[in-house]
């Protein structure tokens, strides 16, 4: 049974960091991509990042160079580390695993199956 529980959004400044976390269990990271996605009101969830099976990440080109994806697999937690926020960043975020079925978003060669509940962040300027 995979759970995902992110903490860590809340409001920032234009230009100002905040750092998400992701606590999770039943992940294994060897076989099991996990991620960041958001949600505009409004708009369909988007891929934020990922990190892959073998430890690389890879991200979305309006988050790269501000965002970062990080994992400590002795705390079973994922980060998203976002610097720089602005406006266009101010969304609900989600923790996501990769699932063997009922996928229902991909990011690059990943299938996500298993989601938070998501954490809102709010960029004022």
């Known amino acids: 049974q995979v759970q995902l529980v992110e903490s860590g959004g809340g409001s920032v400044q234009s230009g100002g960091s905040l750092r998400l976390s992701c606590k999770h269990s039943?992940?294994?990271?060897?076989?099991?991509?996990m991620g960041w996605f958001r949600q505009h009101p409004g708009k369909e969830r988007e891929g934020v990042g990922i990190?892959?099976?073998?430890?690389?990440?890879d991200y979305a080109d309006s988050v790269k160079g501000r965002f970062t994806i990080s994992l400590d697999s002795a705390n079973n937690t994922l980060y998203l580390q976002m610097n720089d926020l602005n406006s266009a960043d101010s969304a609900m975020y989600y923790c996501?695993?990769?699932?063997?079925?009922?996928?229902?978003?991909?990011?690059?060669?990943?299938?996500?199956?298993?989601w938070g509940q998501g954490t809102q962040v709010t960029v004022s300027s």
């Open positions: 996501t695993a990769e699932s063997l079925y009922d996928h229902t978003a991909y990011f690059r060669s990943c299938r996500f199956g298993y």
């Open positions: 039943g992940v294994t990271y060897s076989r099991h991509c």
């Open positions: 990190i892959n099976v073998d430890g690389s990440t």
